[in-house]
């Protein structure tokens, strides 16, 4: 099998399954008793959040450990927008967000209110600072903006937009850094970031794990109210196994990233390039500016399900759009965000890569798509 999917999910590490194991066996106090298990269980919880943010830089943040990012971003959007109703009830945001994202600010929307500019994307699939600026108004709250998209692999101009925002102090900025984690180099902190998601099972952690980095002192109203744990913000006995193996995923994966950055982007770039050659086939990512593990493509006429279990016969495993919209069989909404018209949207594969896969891929990935796509074009004549 090549597995191509690393944007829907990884595989976990050993290690991180091996603490995981440990940590659910030795470790199953709850983190709020008072005796010796309970507090050690919740020094643990406190050395995970620690080690987070000693390996993501982060000075002044909190780690509000939870399911993973859709809750996380769940979590910002409506926690920020809640907290801060009173002082305004706009938003903006980009047009190719994760659904968790638009559907949370439709919620928003329609359930309270709110008012939402989706910023449009050029043919790449960038969104323009200038067009952030442009959108303020009074009484504008909040700015969310993905680092990396999910499905082509642009990436935003996230630090751009936390300088601009620096002039704009009561405007909170969020970002879904899911896919740009450990890929695309970001400091959190200079970037000026208040809310901050991250998955797990993205980075070869655990499905169920995630967190949202939270500057101190940005207010939110909790999303699960309940108990006290995660300061209050996050209410439920805390899953300690779960934020401890998150941090072993963060750390592992943190490691000899020059080298690896290097090694995927030469596999991309070989991949782009034989795929560019490749007749019948465009391509969707940008040549500049992409993150190293996304190629998006298409095979204008042809669908892209049956593209993908053609490959899948070949024991090639890909993603038509991102997994979360994968069973909807609708065109890819960010291509056409992208103008990139009904056809490329309907027919379009991704290919993501892991850490560990170079540019020898390229052979067997394209021995395979290269039969495959000249059978279903003299199919279609
Ligand atoms: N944001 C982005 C950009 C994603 O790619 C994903 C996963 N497809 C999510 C959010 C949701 O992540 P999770 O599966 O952890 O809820």
Redesign the pocket.
């Known amino acids: 099998m090549i597995y191509l999917d690393n944007?829907?999910t990884t595989e976990p590490y050993e290690d991180v399954l091996e603490v995981y194991k440990q940590t659910s066996s030795r470790y199953f106090g709850n983190p709020s008793s008072l005796h010796r298990l309970g507090t050690e269980t919740e020094q643990l919880l406190e050395a995970a959040a620690q080690q987070i943010k000693k390996t993501l830089r982060l000075k002044n943040y909190d780690i509000v450990f939870t399911s993973?990012?859709?809750?996380a971003?769940n979590a910002a959007l409506k926690g920020a927008a809640w907290a801060n109703i009173k002082k305004g009830r706009h938003i903006i945001a980009t047009a190719i967000e994760?659904p968790?994202?638009t559907e949370t600010l439709d919620q928003l929307t329609e359930l309270f209110g709110f008012e939402v500019t989706f910023l449009p994307v050029n043919q790449d699939g960038f969104v323009s600072v200038q067009d952030v600026k442009e959108a303020i108004r009074p009484d504008t709250i909040m700015v969310s903006m993905?680092h990396?998209?999910?499905e082509v692999g642009s990436i935003q101009p996230v630090k751009e937009t936390g300088d601009l925002l620096k002039q704009h102090r009561d405007i909170l900025f969020h970002v879904?850094h899911?896919?740009g984690i450990h890929k695309v180099p970001l400091s959190i902190e200079e970037a000026g970031i208040d809310l901050c998601?991250i998955?797990g099972?993205?980075f070869h952690g655990l499905?169920g794990t995630?967190a949202l980095l939270v500057k101190k002192g940005t207010r939110l109203i909790p999303l699960i109210t309940g108990g006290s744990q995660q300061k209050g913000i996050r209410a439920g006995t805390e899953h300690t196994a779960g934020a401890v193996s998150l941090a072993k995923a963060v750390n592992l994966s943190a490691r000899d990233m020059a080298e690896r950055l290097s090694a995927m982007e030469k596999a991309k770039n070989v991949l782009i390039n034989r795929l560019s050659e490749t007749d019948g086939v465009v391509v969707n990512t940008p040549a500049e500016n992409s993150a190293p593990h996304i190629i998006n493509f298409s095979v204008p006429g042809v669908k892209a399900e049956v593209l993908l279990h053609m490959l899948e016969e070949k024991g090639i495993y890909v993603s038509t759009t991102?997994?979360?919209s994968a069973r909807e069989h609708k065109p890819s909404r960010v291509l056409l965000q992208m103008n990139k018209g009904e056809q490329i949207a309907a027919s379009s594969i991704r290919i993501s890569l892991s850490f560990s896969q170079t540019a020898e891929v390229a052979e067997p990935f394209m021995n395979a798509l290269v039969p495959a796509v000249q059978k279903l074009k003299k199919v279609m004549r």
């Open positions: 944007s829907s993973g990012a859709t809750e971003n994760h968790s994202v993905m990396v998209n999910n879904d899911v896919q998601t998955s099972h993205k499905k995630g991102a997994a979360c």
